[in-house]
């Protein structure tokens, strides 16, 4: 049986694999054949994941990175390329932090810490991946970044975040421009509000009622980051290999009202 999603014979490195959408994400690329470089700041969460990935499928490589030392990241994935012996063929950034805060309350140390691992991570991890220490120009290789509903529309006391997440759709459609000489497809994701940790946090800085709120905003309610991965598996695949400098809204319809 043909299967245009099938992920076999790419290495594929993906940010913030510990846990939330970055944890559901390496488990269906792992499913779908791919060899994998996770990376995250949870050792725990990727020695769990490592266990839990049953070995019969592609080879899984784990490390701990802090992505706010941009500098350690073209080190880590020059040498897992190594250890793998093969270059890789798709890059996914899902980590990232939130920021609830209103301008009032929000230091100039905070907004750069967002936009450090939110974004500029994001632009280091790029630059390695399209160099000749992270993908081989003969295959058509796949960046996917996560963005978020509110790189796409306006929300109070989230402007680190926003303004995080709205850099990430400008830098998506401008890497898709340059890189595609280097046969490297760029897109982006663009979630609503996910079932994950992340948002269990947010959510608890505020009254009973917000889920329900935050449901209501979505006509098809709250995601689940099984919705996110699908999606980003879609982009790492030869299914969308006519496909670059798009943002998806996978929101439940949160952008279309």
């Keep these: ?14 940010t913030g694999a510990a846990s939330g959408i970055g944890r559901e994400c390496a488990e269906l690329c792992y499913a779908l054949g791919a060899n994998l470089l996770l990376l995250d700041l949870n050792k725990d969460g990727l020695l769990t994941l490592k266990d839990s990935l049953d070995g019969s499928n592609g080879s899984v490589i784990i490390r701990e990175v802090d992505l ?6 073209k080190g880590v994935i020059a040498d897992a390329k190594n250890e793998l012996g093969c270059s890789f063929t ?65 929300s109070a006391a989230n402007v680190a975040y926003a303004t995080s997440k709205a850099a990430i759709i400008g830098m998506t459609k401008s890497l898709a421009i340059e890189l595609v000489k280097k046969n490297i497809r760029v897109n982006c994701v663009a979630p609503g509000f996910i079932k994950t940790k992340m948002a269990n946090g947010i959510s608890s800085m505020f009254d009973n009622d917000y ?15 099984i919705d996110i991965a699908n999606v980003i598996a879609f982009l790492l695949s030869e299914a969308s290999k006519w496909t670059t400098g798009a943002v998806f809204n996978v929101d439940g319809g949160f952008t279309a009202q």
């Excluded at 706010?68 to 990241?73: Q, R, T």
């Excluded at 935050?214 to 309610?221: D, F």
């Design 68 to 73: 706010k030392n941009l500098d350690s990241i």
């Design 90 to 154: 798709g890059l996914v950034h899902c980590a990232g932090i939130p920021s609830v805060l209103p301008l009032r309350a929000l230091s100039i140390e905070q907004f750069e810490r967002v936009m450090r691992i939110n974004t500029e991570a994001g632009l280091v991890l790029a630059k390695c991946f399209s160099s000749n220490s992270g993908h081989d120009t003969s295959k058509q290789g796949s960046i996917v970044f996560i963005s978020s509903v509110y790189g796409v529309v306006g």
């Design 211 to 225: 889920s329900d709120k935050i449901e209501e905003m979505h006509p098809l309610g709250w995601g689940e980051a």
């Design 1 to 14: 049986m043909i299967n245009p999603m099938s992920l076999e014979g790419k290495s594929i490195i993906i």
